[in-house]
Each structure stands twice: as structure tokens, then as C-alpha cells.
């Protein structure tokens, strides 16, 4: 079943990968303390998730970054 051509092209262009939005860097850092879980508090629209996914790409830029996912 095909869906309406207009119907196609919004989810299409809705779904496209857009450029990647340069972030305000955050200065602050985690403590260093091997397995131990991280919780990252504030007041809204602070810059949590912008820090974590900093920590993110750090790490996986870094190779430290590990899959704790057991199957």
C-alpha cells in the first residue's frame, strides 16, 4: 500500500538528517569513579542533556566509551 504523494513527501523531508547544531560547550565535569552511576540535576532548560551528550561524543571520540548491555 503506497501512501499519498504529499503524504510521502512531508514524512520524507520531516525524517531527513539536518545539519547537526553546534552546542554551547559546558564547563563542568564528573567525577572520575569507576562503576558508579552519574545523575545530572538542574534547573530546566540549563544544559543537562547538552552536557551529557558532550559526554558522550567525548568519550566515544576518546574510545572509552564501552556497551554495557548484556544479551
Same mark, same amino acid.
Given at each position: 500500500?503506497? #501512501?499519498?504523494?504529499? $503524504?510521502?513527501?512531508? $514524512? *520524507?523531508? !520531516? $525524517? ?6 553546534? #552546542?554551547?560547550?559546558?564547563?563542568? !565535569? #564528573?567525577?572520575?569513579?569507576? *562503576?558508579?552511576?552519574? !545523575? ?14 558532550? #559526554? ?8 572509552? $566509551?564501552? *556497551?554495557?548491555?548484556?544479551?
Amino acid at each position: 500500500m503506497s #501512501l499519498h504523494p504529499v $503524504l510521502e513527501e512531508k $514524512l *520524507n523531508s !520531516a $525524517l531527513a538528517p539536518g545539519p547537526v547544531a553546534q #552546542l554551547t560547550h559546558r564547563d563542568a !565535569a #564528573l567525577p572520575g569513579i569507576p *562503576n558508579k552511576v552519574h !545523575a545530572v540535576t538542574g534547573m530546566r532548560r540549563a544544559g543537562k542533556t547538552t552536557f551529557m551528550r558532550q #559526554l558522550v561524543a567525548e568519550r566515544q571520540r576518546g574510545g572509552s $566509551l564501552r *556497551n554495557t548491555r548484556s544479551t
